[in-house]
């Protein structure tokens, strides 16, 4: 148990190191000057003087990389040229608003695809089968920004029930109530997704349906409704689970659409914004920080991987 | 006493409906073996799961005859409809032991699950304990707690077969369960068949394509064929003195170490498809006896005491019968 953790960790940490290295380089890949682009046509040559040298841009590459590597380590990701304040406070603000709407998001996911997946492979080939699956497959193919837009029609302008756009954090006054907020975003946001999860469980619950082990069970005269939960279902989630780890990371990346729409101030507009100031630092932040997260949300999804299927040790 | 009466189990196509199995009838008794033989395709996994109620319905279903448990009509019902009417004790167990087990569940769970729903009294532990001593399972206090991977091919099966007894089955289906194994843990797992069937009074359908298995087993043999059942007997008769062509032809076929590397013998040409089945004696284009009352129209039943055969023109029948 603890060797197959350890070995996980272990890969995903080389996985970060490779990642880092990309991440790096980025800023090298500017074509010219980087510190002459970051800071445009109006700059003055001592002021790009200035900000190669704070950026350590005249050591050799490899001492700059464990330069920035270690900085990073220990928290520092550098300064943010727009502001003038260091990353990682500019990234803290819009990752809190984020993580919480993928998170709200994710919910939506799990509690809406997984059981309608279910429904759908248990009649399989019904009318609501049929419906199911082709209202998956629409509500997959439609951008979330439109569906989003349809949601503030709707829910925002003619019911009047959810707030449009914004965010207080629930830290502001309010509190917990703030989250109404993020609801219309979250739906928008976990359409396409919970359709997605909707489709693979139905099909995994097919797939797991023809196993010869679901035929011993059935042998055994258990209802169908056991055959269903305790063997079909329980080894569908074994495809399903190790999707929601994928799901949750892209989240953080397709937020970045959902919150223009919704105007969030998350981290999705803080990368938009910063690529258009070309505040170099940032995006290496925020991108070294979503690296992060994925990683870690996969590798809790192996670990948990292993409490759901016990061959997994053995690989 | 499990009784078969003309089964007819069809598979719907794109172009119809298509008869697989074709008017099967047998019977087995408690603590009989019964070997069903035949080539892949003939039909015998077919009746073996229309048995056990677990043909994949609405594409493959009994469209006629019965099949009945100590009188009570059983045909087209799933095993819970079968448990829930209280005629839940017929049993199977499959092929593939690696395949046939929840790979995520604990064996001990497996069994006890089965245990549950026949025996909803029961006391779980010793129940499982029980069963696992009957097959033989060793250290059952360890074996609870393992995973099918963790256990070998013949390990599986007799976890396969305990959950099997878990019913108290009046007729156990064995769908070649050794086919996968190893031929020591073949006969291993044989042996315990044989035993429990003596030991429990249960009747054994007992399916392989496998004479040698047939011969050592059964107490009864039946040969499919095309989805017929053309040749039933008693091993000893069927083996000294088969009436049917394709009978005698599958044992010609089983090589004889005696004969030294003496070329393979294999009956020509091949079984017909469910789709090319005609009227007239399936075996009849293949057949070196055949001739022209075997092409068309319904072919004789045979009875030489209890051994009877689908033939116009049988082998051996004037060979002294044991």
């Known amino acids: ?17 490779a990642a880092s290295v990309l991440i790096f380089i980025f800023i090298h890949l500017i074509p010219g000057e980087p510190a002459a682009v970051m800071l445009g046509d109006a700059a003055t040559p001592d002021q790009v003087a200035a900000l190669r040298t704070r950026l350590g841009l005249d050591e050799p590459l490899f001492v700059q990389y464990f330069y920035w590597a270690g900085s990073a380590l220990q928290g520092d990701l550098g300064r943010s040229i727009f502001f ?11 990752a809190q608003t984020s993580i919480l709407l993928a998170s709200i998001t994710m919910v939506w996911v799990v509690l809406i695809g997984v059981p309608v997946g279910v429904i759908a492979a248990m009649r399989r ?18 951008p979330t920004f439109w569906v989003g837009l349809y949601l503030i029609l709707v829910f925002a302008a003619q019911l009047g029930w959810l707030p449009s756009s914004g965010y207080p954090s629930i830290f502001e006054e309010g509190g917990l109530a703030n989250l109404r907020y993020l609801i219309l975003p979250s739906l928008a946001l976990a359409t396409p997704n919970a359709a997605l999860i909707l489709r ?37 989630l074994l495809v399903v689970v190790s999707a929601f780890g ?27 914004q910063s690529i258009l100031r070309r505040d170099y630092p940032v995006i290496q932040g925020v991108i070294l920080v979503i690296v992060c997260l994925y990683l870690v949300l996969n590798l809790l999804v192996d670990i948990s991987y292993r409490f759901l299927d016990p061959r997994v040790e053995l690989e | 006493m499990l009784v078969v009466e003309d089964l007819v189990v069809s598979v719907g196509t794109p172009r119809g409906a298509l008869d697989i199995v074709r008017g099967v009838s047998f019977r087995i008794e408690p603590g009989e073996i019964l ?13 073996s799961l229309a048995v056990m109620g677990l043909l994949e319905k609405p594409g493959t279903r009994v469209t006629s005859g019965r099949i009945a448990i100590d009188g009570a009509d059983i045909t087209d019902a799933t095993p819970y409809e079968r448990v829930r009417k209280g005629n839940g004790d017929v049993a199977m167990i499959f092929q593939e032991p690696m395949t046939s087990l929840n790979p995520v569940r604990r064996i001990g769970d497996q069994i006890a699950e089965a245990i549950k729903v026949h025996d909803p009294e029961a006391d779980v532990n010793a129940r499982t304990r029980e069963l696992m001593d009957l097959v033989r399972l060793p250290d059952a206090s360890l074996q609870q707690g393992a995973y099918p991977h963790e256990l070998s091919g013949g390990m599986r099966q007799r976890v396969m077969i305990a959950i099997a007894l878990a019913c108290r089955p009046k007729v156990l289906i064995a769908d070649e369960p050794t086919t996968a194994l190893d031929v020591t843990v073949q006969l291993q797992i044989l042996g315990l068949i044989r035993d429990l069937c003596d030991r429990l009074r249960m009747g054994v359908l007992f399916i392989t394509h496998d004479l040698g298995v047939v011969s050592q087993l059964a107490d009864r043999v039946a040969v499919m064929y095309a989805g017929q059942i053309v040749e039933t007997g008693s091993v000893g008769t069927i083996f000294s003195a088969p009436l049917h062509p394709y009978t005698a032809g599958l044992m010609a076929c089983v090589p004889d170490p005696s004969t030294g590397h003496a070329p393979l013998v294999t009956i020509p040409g091949q079984a017909p498809r469910p789709d090319e089945v005609t ?20 072919v004789p039943l045979v009875r030489v005491g209890e051994h009877t055969a689908f033939c116009h023109f049988p082998l051996n029948m004037g060979v002294a019968h044991v």
């Open chain 2, 35 to 47: 070997g069903l033989v035949g080539e892949s395709g003939s039909g015998k996994s077919m009746t």
């Open chain 1, 125 to 142: 080939g019904s009318w609501l089968d049929q419906g199911l699956s082709g209202l998956a497959m629409l509500l997959a193919s439609i």
């Open chain 1, 200 to 236: 693979l469980t139905r099909a995994s619950m097919l797939d797991v349906s023809k196993e010869d082990y679901v035929r011993t069970a059935r042998a055994k005269g258990i209802s169908p409704r056991q055959v269903t939960l305790r063997h079909i279902l329980r080894n569908a």
């Open chain 1, 84 to 94: 003038d304040e260091p990353v990682t406070s500019v990234i803290a603000d819009g």
């Open chain 1, 246 to 272: 994928f799901t949750f990371a892209a989240l953080i990346s397709e937020a970045v659409v959902t919150e223009t729409v919704f105007a969030l101030p998350g981290i999705g507009r803080t990368v938009v």
């Open chain 2, 279 to 298: 009227s007239g004696c399936p075996f009849s284009p293949r057949c070196q006896y055949a001739g022209e009352p075997c092409r068309d129209g319904l």
């Open chain 1, 1 to 17: 148990m603890w060797g197959y953790i350890l070995k996980r960790t272990a890969a995903a940490l080389a996985t970060l190191v």
